[in-house]
């Protein structure tokens, strides 16, 4: 319950908060424009050809707070996120600008990839560039560990079923180690957290619009350029993908980002880099399907084990791991992310 009469009470709240504040003479007919991986709602407002964005974020479940914050820090420097245009923090309630409707996941294209990371990867270089990482919490080494708990607790332990031998918890412990150690190992940016195509709008104006930052954290400089060069979403060839890497290594060099030219040591960064994320991803997706009932994350579990393997095989402190993944981990999980049975079956 939410304090508003339960989930009516509040919608009729929000929508008449929505309509006052957009002066439309009555309560707003607000209609769904995205889902989310949080307790946040994201709606849209229609008025005689304009549109607004409405966020509801429950109190004691959401705070809209930080959303607010880094909006704020990155909209001056020219990042295209959404304007606040009013706000009821007690209540959880924002109206936004609204960005449009057409996610990068839906215009990625061979032909188009190029176009559309280019401008991605210019946003990218603004944030690292012209946002002060001071002004975040830090990335630290206790934030990093507790990501990649995630992929032992919910997916190994509670999705897989697997009980751990003190060797393969040794194994864990020292890839975290050597993960964890990477990436403190790098310069120190703004990082949006979450930098991929489900969080990028195409925008015929200063594109990417650019959502889902109120995690924004002071990190590793490859973190959200594996985000979104290797998209738990969407893949694309290693070739491809590592030419995309190494142009932005160019661009952080010439925009003051990065103060030292190492194309092989910003490669190994971004790699272990993303074999981080990835697990903790994978820890998540789990834990969206068995703690908060949200199952469409689960088939992004394969593709996203996938780069994890592939990217072990090529680290020699990570072959091990690999190997394991590989014998131990991957027979058990089904095409669609389900857990297999011993009778092969996936068990939904």
């Known amino acids: 319950m939410d304090g508003q009469g339960g989930d009516e009470g509040r919608a009729a709240a929000l929508a008449a908060w929505v309509g ?10 607000l209609e769904p424009a995205s889902a989310d991986a949080s307790f ?13 964005i409405v ?23 020219g990042l295209n996120v959404p304007e606040i245009l009013a706000e009821d923090a007690e209540r959880g309630f924002l109206i936004l600008t609204d960005l449009g409707e057409t996610l990068y996941l839906d215009a ?7 176009r559309l990371y280019g401008d ?17 919490p830090p990335y630290d080494r206790a934030l990093l560990l507790a990501e990649l708990a995630l992929f032992r607790d919910w997916f190994l332990r509670r999705h897989l079923g697997l009980v751990l031998s003190p060797a393969e918890e040794a194994l864990l412990e020292a890839v975290s180690g050597t993960l964890v150690a990477s990436a403190l190992a790098q310069p120190v940016v703004a990082v949006h957290r979450d930098y991929h195509s ?7 104006r200063n594109n990417p619009g650019i959502v889902d930052f109120q995690d924004a954290v002071a ?18 060839p290693r070739e491809r993908v590592e030419a995309w890497a190494l142009g932005y290594h160019d661009l952080a060099c010439q925009s003051g980002i990065l103060h030292e030219e190492d194309e092989e040591r910003f ?21 969206l399907w068995h703690r908060d009932g949200k199952r469409g994350y689960l088939a992004d579990i394969p593709r996203t084990l996938g780069y994890v393997r592939e990217v072990s095989g090529r680290h020699r402190a990570l072959e091990a791991f690999g190997r394991w993944l590989a014998e131990r981990v991957a027979p058990r999980l089904g095409p669609e992310g389900d857990p297999v049975t011993e009778a092969g079956e996936a068990a939904g």
């Open 20 to 29: 006052e504040r957009l002066g439309l003479g009555g309560p707003a007919r």
């Open 40 to 52: 946040r709602r994201y709606l849209r407002v229609r008025v005689s050809g304009r549109s607004w």
């Open 55 to 77: 966020m509801d974020a429950p109190p004691g479940r959401e705070d809209v707070r930080p959303y607010v914050r880094i909006a704020r820090l990155l909209r001056p420097v």
């Open 108 to 114: 990625l294209t061979p032909e188009r990839a190029d």
């Open 120 to 136: 991605a990867l210019g946003a990218l270089a603004t944030l690292q560039a012209c946002v002060d990482p001071g002004a975040l």
């Open 198 to 204: 489900r969080n990028l709008l195409v925008t015929g």
């Open 219 to 236: 990190g590793p400089v490859t973190y959200d350029l594996v985000s979104l060069l290797r998209d738990c979403y969407i893949a694309w």
């Open 267 to 287: 490669l190994a960064w971004f790699d272990l880099m993303g074999v981080q994320r990835h697990l903790k991803a994978i820890g998540i997706f789990a834990r």
